[in-house]
């Protein structure tokens, strides 16, 4: 495989091959309805997170969907924008902004998450329930692994 000839390192390369196609495949199924209604993932992780969670800084919506400080503000202005999400400074600290779901998104993402819910899972019905508790299983154990090693050991410098 291109001069490479580990074993180890070719099994990595083709799963790692074979998870971003699986995630692209189920990414691209879900996000059909999500195009029509004009959001992204990322714009319904926001919501769906404040929906769950209740109303968060930047930084910590930042977090829960993984995205940068940078992005969320943009999420977020664009979410606001389109009256589903609104700023509200925290009385007892006025530095802090939360954002909060408007009446509008709070309607629309109760109303969207259960069908988005339901996409995910036809999306994901090429696996019976074990294989899915064992997909969800390896995937947490690959997460977990790949956050430490790249906390004890940084990726070798590009040439």
């Known amino acids: 495989m291109y001069g490479v000839t580990d074993p180890a390192v070719v099994a990595a390369v083709r799963s790692y091959v074979k998870l971003l196609r699986a995630s692209r495949a189920v990414a691209s199924r879900v996000e059909v309805r999500l195009h029509a209604l004009g959001l992204t993932l990322t714009q319904l992780g926001v919501l769906e997170v404040i929906l769950h969670k209740g109303p968060m800084t930047h930084r910590d919506l930042g977090r829960k969907v993984l995205?940068?400080?940078g992005n969320m503000t943009d999420l977020v202005d664009k979410l606001e924008a389109r009256g589903l999400v609104l700023r509200v400074?925290?009385?007892?600290d006025r530095r802090q902004v939360r954002v909060e779901l408007t009446a509008a998104g709070r309607a629309m993402i109760e109303e969207l998450f259960?069908?988005?819910?339901?996409?995910?899972?036809?999306?994901m019905a090429g696996l019976n329930a074990p294989e899915l508790d064992?997909?969800?299983?390896?995937l947490r154990k690959l997460g977990m692994a790949a956050a430490q090693a790249g906390a004890e050991r940084p990726l070798a410098e590009y040439p």
């Open 89 to 92: 400074r925290a009385a007892d």
């Open 114 to 123: 259960p069908l988005h819910a339901g996409d995910i899972a036809q999306a």
């Open 67 to 69: 995205t940068s400080a």
């Open 134 to 138: 064992q997909l969800g299983d390896l």
